[in-house]
């Protein structure tokens, strides 16, 4: 019992009074610390020990009525100044030393209604008229009659209208009616302006498409839902990147000269079928340079950085680490040494082709993966292992020629030489160059 | 030019602009040159030294860290002054050097990310930048004790790019040692040189580090290297799309003979 059986779970060592003298000093303790008001086993859950912040003081716990009142309950008519009939109710109330409650019934107050405005039939003839003349008088005395019933709840009111109307079109001839009576009968046009139905007509098209939106928001998918917020968030970057572009190109008109100048040496022999950077993309180069001009004075490492992030822009991660991969087996170093202009125009270029690269890799690996064709070449593992290129040592100056032509069962089709081993034929070894 | 220069501003009165064309005068100071480049190769660095027998707990090293032209050139010639941020168990750890050469020496125990901010003159930029580098005191392979004849020097080369800048700016700083321009579009008129925006300059007097007390520990840097290397992967790069040509070519050819097959 008491705080010794934690320890014992614990294999703590217990308090250093031998055993005879806990077991003296433990009844003397708990018969001190035990606190009424709580069982014996209640409290020794907390571990006999009391909370060393202040909680409920024990006394409240139990604690016995007053003495000095006498409470009694009795079955009493009730009076309310809500009901208009005679109708005499009645329920169990709390007396006090023989004195019944007074005041009226507690929940009376809150038996509000709407003022629903009353017109005469003259002024019905003179303003109220429906001029679609859809509404007949008769038919607008039924709904404000319905609508002072039912305190405006139209749903309530448009099943219990004779004939068959909507909601908006009850509301809407409703809050028209009223609107004109308002104005009919106000003195001057000016008391009337903070009327809420004058400040805020309601407009029974828009109380439609509300609704319609609303069931639409309602029933989508969650799918839809994410969607969506995909759709969002491309937009949003889209808008800020243009703004980004259109802010700076308005001052400097050769925004596009800029972009021709980084990009200074691209070579036209990258093949047809190769993914042209996208326009979502140009569009992200031109906001970068524009924001570093912008700034009037940077640094070149921050330069490459930014343009390095904008061509990674539209691509994942894993393709991003697969480009830095590349780097590394070839060598190159992911930050230059020694990042002057050429060297990081270089760099950034560098990026770009290998990026454009893999990018044709995949392409040829998921075209190629739906042909008949399958066997070994469609079998690609494509592992964060793979490589584009395998890491040799770079040895420049060694000039071996291209040994044999990459094998492959690809759409030209050579009957020449199938060789499976060549899983990959687009693994090009730094040696065959 | 940068002596002419000099002898107009001793007057002490800030001359008026003679010899434009037309033109308000403010507007043509705060013209910027589109298309042109100014930048101005840095390298920020520490060398440290080991005090050897004169190390204490608490002063085991002799270090100095500055911002430097990568050829030695003067800095002055953009730059105001440079704020050191030292870690704040220095006695007032903001050290400010408001005059060329950019270099802040010190006496400590401990490795820290330096701060370091660069303010350069009005008609250059007024905006400020910030770059850190690395405190290294002790060398990255243990080697045996640490001699105090051969420091631990870390240094990493940079650029300060001002793009459009300022044809004030420019004039002042063409053909200048420390700075390069790119190339300036034809027919572009710089105004000359000397005007009050740029007085902070010719107060200062002038500091290239080429004959630094330290400047035999300082690194060259070179881009040749790491150029040859870029244009060479980027070769191999190219050698890769060889098979994904040859394969449209092979598909178009396809085509071709399809095309010409059908009109039978």
Not at chain 1, 330 to 342: R, Y
Not at chain 2, 135 to 154: A, D, F, H, R
């Amino acid at each position: 019992m008491g705080g010794t059986d934690a320890k014992d779970i614990l294999g703590l060592p217990k308090t250093p009074l031998s055993l005879t003298q806990e077991k003296k000093s433990r009844p003397q303790k708990e018969s001190h610390r035990k606190p009424d008001g709580i069982s014996r086993e209640v409290y020794a859950l907390t571990g006999g020990v009391a909370p060393l912040m202040p909680s409920i003081d024990v006394t409240h716990l139990k604690r016995p009525p007053p003495h000095d009142e006498k409470v009694a309950w009795q079955w009493l008519p009730v009076k309310s100044s809500a009901r208009k009939d005679d109708l005499q109710l009645y329920h169990w109330v709390r007396v006090v030393n023989d004195v019944p409650p007074t005041g009226d019934y507690s929940f009376a107050k809150y038996n509000k209604s709407v003022d629903v405005l009353k017109y005469t039939d003259d002024e019905y003839e003179n303003h109220l008229t429906d001029p679609v003349s859809v509404w007949t008088k008769e038919e607008t005395d039924q709904l404000f009659e319905l609508c002072e019933r039912f305190d405006l709840r139209f749903t309530v009111i448009a099943d219990r209208f004779p004939l068959s109307r909507t909601v908006e079109e009850l509301k809407d001839r409703y809050y028209s009616v009223t609107r004109a009576l308002l104005r009919a009968r106000a003195q001057s046009p000016a008391e009337l302006a903070n009327h809420p139905l004058i400040k805020e007509p309601y407009d029974m098209t828009r109380d439609r498409e509300r609704k319609r939106a609303l069931s639409m928001v309602l029933s989508q998918s969650r799918h839809q839902e994410k969607k969506d917020a995909e759709i969002l968030a491309e937009a949003k970057r889209i808008t800020e990147m243009r703004l980004a572009a259109r802010r700076a190109a308005e001052p400097d008109v050769p925004a596009n000269e800029n972009i021709g100048s980084v990009s200074p040496s691209s070579n036209s022999q990258l093949p047809a079928t190769a993914v042209a950077p996208s326009t979502l993309t140009m569009a992200d180069y031109a906001s970068t340079l524009a924001s570093l001009r912008m700034l009037h004075v940077y640094l070149r490492t921050y330069g490459l950085e930014q343009m390095v992030q904008a061509a990674s822009s539209a691509v994942g991660l894993r393709t991003i680490k697969r480009v830095e991969q590349t780097l590394q087996d070839l060598g190159v170093n992911l930050k230059p040494k020694v990042p002057t202009k050429t060297v990081c125009d270089e760099h950034l270029e560098l990026r770009k082709e290998i990026l454009t690269l893999l990018n044709l890799q995949k392409q040829y690996k998921e075209s190629e993966g739906s042909s008949h064709r399958e066997g070994t070449y469609a079998a690609m593992p494509d592992t964060p292992k793979d490589r584009v290129f395998a890491s040799e040592p770079f040895s420049f100056g060694a000039e071996r020629p291209i040994k044999k032509e990459p094998k492959r069962k690809g759409p030209g089709r050579r009957s020449d030489t199938p060789s499976p081993a060549h899983k990959r034929p687009r693994k090009l070894k730094a040696s065959d160059l | 030019m940068e002596d002419s220069a000099v002898e107009i501003l001793s007057a002490s009165t800030p001359k008026p602009r003679i010899g434009i064309d037309g033109g308000d005068d403010n507007k043509n100071w705060r013209r910027r040159v589109n298309g042109v480049e100014v930048s101005v190769p840095i390298v920020c660095g520490s060398i440290a030294f080991y005090r050897g027998k004169k190390a204490k707990e608490y002063r085991t090293h002799n270090w100095t860290v500055y911002v430097r032209g990568a050829t030695n050139e003067d800095l002055g010639v953009v730059i105001r002054k440079v704020i050191f941020h030292l870690h704040p168990s220095f006695k007032s750890p903001t050290r400010v050097v408001d005059s060329p050469p950019f270099t802040l020496s010190e006496c400590g125990w401990g490795e820290f990310k330096i701060d370091i901010t660069i303010f350069f003159h009005a008609d250059a930029c007024e905006r400020k930048l910030e770059l850190s580098h690395l405190l290294k005191l002790n060398p990255e392979i243990y080697s045996g004790p640490q001699s105090p004849n051969v420091p631990v020097v870390t240094e990493s080369y940079n650029e300060i790019v001002f793009p459009d800048p300022f044809e004030c700016f420019l004039s002042r700083v063409n053909n200048h040692p420390a700075v390069h321009v790119s190339k300036l579009p034809e027919g572009l008129n710089l105004p000359p040189p000397g005007d009050a925006d740029d007085e902070s300059y010719y107060k200062m007097k002038k500091g290239d580090t080429k004959d630094h007390p330290l400047s035999h520990w300082f690194l060259k840097f070179s881009d040749a290297d790491e150029l040859f290397r870029l244009t060479a992967t980027r070769q191999k790069v190219y050698a890769a799309f060889l098979p994904f040509v040859q394969a449209d070519i092979a598909k178009l050819k396809r085509q071709l003979v399809m095309v010409d097959a059908q009109p039978e």
